[in-house]
């Protein structure tokens, strides 16, 4: 496939990350049109207008919107943020019944303007209301997936660049699983440059331990709830990592992200949807089968599996 001429992306909710996504993405001139999607009519209008007074400042992107889907018309891709928002002292597991009600409704409408985008759900639980999605809609799993991890591997790559001396470019580390409480970085992949994580020396003259790395995988797995508690809600970095995805779809990058599709017999894993390396192009997010994982991450995998498993389980009955 070709870069898509003329894009459109759509972003379904014009809350504080809905709004976010929609900013990042014409500031970073992501797509040619935006638009933005929501029921609640005065305040979807109100973030438009917001957005459009800016955009002599935003290249060639435009941005639409208001609360009748059919603004979603034509999309390349569609962006779904609405929901119930995460509170403070909230897990994103505690959002899945209210939200997957949401996505029900939602996701017929969306199909019936814009049948043939590629569909990324930022709506947590994402990994539980993808899965809700695919199996409601019956979309090929490389069609319809969840930002999943990416965020996370910013996150952890900033902290891992900060303690190396090098710029978060040069740091090659993700963050696989749930996005959510059980996910986990594969340490035994992870280098700064070529230099595998353990064996690099930094300013200090040190290097990172073991134990070290285990704490800055757990500030990183707690990172939001330390956002939300502080302003209530993460939104500028979800709202750029959103724009990097929609960017890999429509200019068909072909690249490396942690999105979370539905995996189908991934390395023992089948039938839920949890971030692992994919490759992101204008059909979808394929994943990686040949990612390498050590025993215990493979473990640590499979947990993050089974505990998905167990929430859409639950909404079902």
Known sequence: MAVIENSKVTVVGAGSVGSSVAYAAL?????????????ATEKVEAEVLDLAHGTQFTGTSSITGGSDISV?????????????????????????GVNAGIMRKMMPQLLSVAPNAVYVIVTNPCDVLT??????????????????????????????????????????AYIVGEHGDTEFPIWSAATIGT??????????????????????????????????????ATNYAIGLSSARIIEAILNDEHAVLPVSPVLKDFQGVDGVALSVPSIVSAKGAVPIPQTPFSPKEHELLLHS???LTKVVNSLRS
Do not use: C
């Open 27 to 39: 500031i970073r001139g992501s797509a040619r049109h935006v638009a933005l999607y929501d029921i």
């Open 72 to 96: 979603a018309e034509g999309s390349h891709v569609v962006v779904i943020t609405a929901g119930a928002k995460q509170n403070p002292g909230q897990t994103r597991i505690e959002l899945a």
């Open 131 to 172: 899965v809700l999605s695919q199996q409601e809609t019956g979309l090929p799993p490389e069609r319809i997936f969840a930002s999943g991890t990416v965020l996370d591997t910013s996150r952890l790559r900033w902290k891992l660049a900060q303690r190396a001396g090098v710029a978060t470019s040069s740091v090659h």
């Open 195 to 232: 230099v595998p994580i353990l064996d690099w020396v930094t300013p200090a003259g040190d290097r990172m331990t073991v134990e070290e790395l285990d704490q800055i995988a757990i500030d990183v797995r707690d990172a939001a709830y330390k956002v939300i508690q502080g302003k209530g």
């Open 305 to 307: 599996a089974q505990e």
